[in-house]
């Protein structure tokens, strides 16, 4: 009889002791915190097929540099062999943030490639990309670069 309550004595403390070790928190454990994006594609309309917005760490200005483009821009179509326009940005509002002046860095038979110069962020603005739209923001400043593609 004696053995049996030494016994069940012994499981009833071990038990309790299991319950209060797991209330305690290890010192070495920490929740992960995800990281927050430096920027957000708050909206885009539905022929907008990819928006790529990524930092160039080389640059050290304050530039977004544009680069959008029609999927299959500048090439013939099969049925009716003409030739499909090339991606344009015809419209820039700024919600948050400004620029000081735009530089065209080229266009080629599927889009172009400007750039913002001289950028105060955070930077919000809506782009109008062949009758299209992208609403973005960057949070932090540097040189990024947004890539927008279009679908046909």
């Given at each position: 009889?004696?053995?049996?309550?030494?016994?069940?004595?012994?499981?009833?403390?071990?038990?309790?002791?299991?319950?209060?070790?797991?209330?305690?928190?290890?010192?070495g454990k920490k929740e992960k915190v995800k990281a927050e994006k430096p920027f957000t594609v708050y909206d885009k309309s539905f022929r907008v097929t990819r928006v790529d917005v990524r930092k160039d760490t080389k640059g050290a200005e304050n530039v977004i540099?544009?680069?959008?483009?029609?999927?299959?821009?500048?090439?013939?179509?099969?049925?009716?062999?003409?030739?499909?326009?090339?991606?344009?940005?015809?419209?820039?509002?700024?919600?948050?943030?400004?620029?000081?002046?735009?530089?065209?860095?080229?266009?080629?038979?599927?889009?172009?490639?400007?750039?913002?110069?001289?950028?105060?962020?955070?930077?919000?603005?809506?782009?109008?990309?062949?009758?299209?739209?992208?609403?973005?923001?960057?949070?932090?400043?540097?040189?990024?670069?947004?890539?927008?593609?279009?679908?046909?």
């Amino acid at each position: 009889m004696k053995t049996f309550k030494l016994l069940l004595s012994l499981i009833l403390m071990s038990s309790t002791l299991c319950v209060f070790a797991q209330d305690v928190e290890k010192p070495g454990k920490k929740e992960k915190v995800k990281a927050e994006k430096p920027f957000t594609v708050y909206d885009k309309s539905f022929r907008v097929t990819r928006v790529d917005v990524r930092k160039d760490t080389k640059g050290a200005e304050n530039v977004i540099q544009i680069d959008a483009a029609n999927a299959a821009g500048g090439t013939a179509m099969m049925s009716t062999q003409t030739l499909l326009p090339p991606a344009t940005i015809s419209n820039i509002v700024i919600v948050t943030g400004n620029y000081n002046q735009t530089r065209e860095l080229g266009k080629t038979p599927r889009g172009v490639s400007l750039q913002l110069l001289d950028v105060v962020f955070p930077f919000r603005a809506r782009l109008t990309i062949s009758d299209q739209y992208v609403d973005v923001e960057i949070r932090e400043a540097g040189f990024w670069k947004i890539g927008v593609a279009l679908a046909n």
